[in-house]
Structure formats: structure tokens, C-alpha cells
């Protein structure tokens, strides 16, 4: 299995989906960097289910990364606030130390892209969950729905085809 190095938007999709300590499943190990750690620090429950994750030794804090690179692959227009530096660490960290980038940004997905770098999305996740027999159509659908009212980002057109393929009704 290969590593994953998480975003925050990923991050926060899986806990609300309760799908984070499942990633266990599908990779060795599951990377944080630092930017994303200090976003998601800032909510308090995800803060907590973070903690819970890194002390079963699941989840690994990842200071290793070119703070140099990940600025230069962040957009013009975005480099002043570096508001995506955790998108940014993680294409980096996946560059050097190998593995997936699960990311929901499309802007970081198109890097990683570009990088040759392999990418995940929250829907992504699911999908492979399914695919393993991890999840049932009706626990996938759930998650989805989860996800969708958490206010994160899913592609309701390759969702609900999705859906619509493994017998469950689009969201």
C-alpha cells in the first residue's frame, strides 16, 4: 500500500462522512503537513478526532517539505494571503517523499496532475471504499449526502452517476 499526504478540505469531507479512520484501508500511512494542520486546529472537533487518529499512530505530522516549492506552485493572485499552502505542502510533500494527494481543490488537483502526481478526492475515497466491499450502496450514499451538507465540495454529476450505477437514487 502507499502512503496519502491530506489536505484539510479532504480532511474535513472524511470526518464529516466519519470515513477518516477508514483511510487505514487504503494507504500504509497518512501524512499531514504542517499548514494543514494549522487549519484544521482552528475547529475544535476536528482538532480532537485529529489527536485521537495521531496518538493510534494512524495519522503522521509532516514537517518535511521545500516551503520554496510549495509557494512557487501556489497562483500569482494567491500567493500574498497563501490561503492554498496546505494544498501546496501536501503536492510538494507528495513530489518528495511519494504517495497520493487526496485534495479536493480543483486548481491542486490540476498540479498534481500536471506533477504526475496521484490524486484523490473525498468522492474518490468513497468510491474506492465501495469498491473494496468497505462500504455498501446505502453507507455510500449516506457519506455522500453527509458530505454534500457539510457544505464541502462534490461533483453532483459524477456523484449521482455514481449513485445511479451501484442502484441508489442521486442526491
Not at 2 to 7: E, N, S, T, V
Not at 15 to 36: D, N, R, Y
Not at 60 to 85: F, H, W
Not at 133 to 139: E, I, P, R, T
Amino acid at each position: 500500500m502507499k502512503r496519502a499526504i491530506l489536505d484539510s478540505s479532504c480532511a474535513i469531507a472524511l470526518l464529516e462522512a466519519e470515513l477518516l479512520p477508514k483511510l487505514a484501508l487504503l494507504f500504509s500511512e497518512v501524512l499531514i503537513p504542517s499548514a494543514v494542520r494549522k487549519e484544521l486546529s482552528r475547529r475544535s472537533m476536528i482538532k480532537s478526532a485529529l489527536k485521537r487518529l495521531h496518538a493510534g499512530g494512524f495519522i503522521r505530522y509532516c514537517i518535511e517539505y521545500d516551503r520554496v516549492s510549495a509557494e512557487i506552485l501556489l497562483p500569482v493572485d494567491r500567493r500574498r494571503a497563501l490561503k492554498d499552502m496546505g494544498e501546496a505542502e501536501a503536492i510538494v510533500q507528495a513530489s518528495t517523499l511519494g504517495g497520493a494527494v487526496l485534495v479536493d481543490d480543483r486548481w491542486a488537483r490540476k498540479v498534481a496532475a500536471l506533477q504526475g502526481i496521484e490524486y484523490f478526492g473525498s468522492f474518490g475515497v468513497i468510491k474506492s471504499l465501495v469498491g473494496l466491499g468497505v462500504l455498501d450502496q446505502s453507507a455510500a450514499r449516506s457519506a455522500l449526502h453527509q458530505i454534500k451538507l457539510s457544505g464541502c465540495f462534490l461533483p453532483l454529476d459524477l456523484v449521482n452517476e455514481f449513485l445511479r450505477s451501484i442502484g441508489e437514487e442521486g442526491l
